[in-house]
């Protein structure tokens, strides 16, 4: 398996959007066409193919052409990284928050009193 670099700003700004998510869960879940998708949402075949494209630049779905079909596919790989940049992110917050607790703890138990 090929490691490469997450362009969060790219996925993170796909994901942004409701369309574009329901969009990557639906192909996570299996292949789709580009016009199976369009059939999902209340907007043109442009709008969803132009979400689509935004996915795909983000390296969040994969296209492939099978005769006249556009299929679209979840790639996991990018979903699997943006998750665990998100899991940083929340250890890093995760030991602010158990630091304040020791220092809240710390300070307790110099001044049983409370604060005053």
């Known amino acids: 398996m090929v490691v490469r670099e997450l362009d969060a700003d790219r996925v993170f700004a796909a994901l942004a959007d409701a369309t574009r998510r ?3 869960t639906r192909v996570l ?3 789709a066409s580009v016009t199976a998708l369009a059939r ?3 907007m043109s075949f442009a709008a969803v193919q132009k979400h689509v494209a935004v996915l ?3 390296r969040l779905v ?3 052409r099978r005769g006249r079909e556009q299929l679209v596919r979840g790639d996991i790989t990018t ?3 943006a998750g665990h940049l998100l899991e940083q992110f929340e250890r890093v917050w995760a ?3 158990e630091r304040m607790h020791e220092l809240l703890a710390e300070e307790a ?3 049983p009193e409370g604060p005053s």
Do not use: F, H, L, S
Request: aromatic share 4%.
């Open 22 to 24: 329901d969009i990557v």
């Open 29 to 31: 879940r299996g292949e």
């Open 40 to 42: 999902c949402y209340e």
């Open 56 to 58: 795909e630049r983000a």
């Open 62 to 64: 994969t296209k492939e």
């Open 79 to 81: 979903v699997r990284a």
């Open 95 to 97: 030991g602010r928050v």
């Open 109 to 111: 138990e110099g001044n």
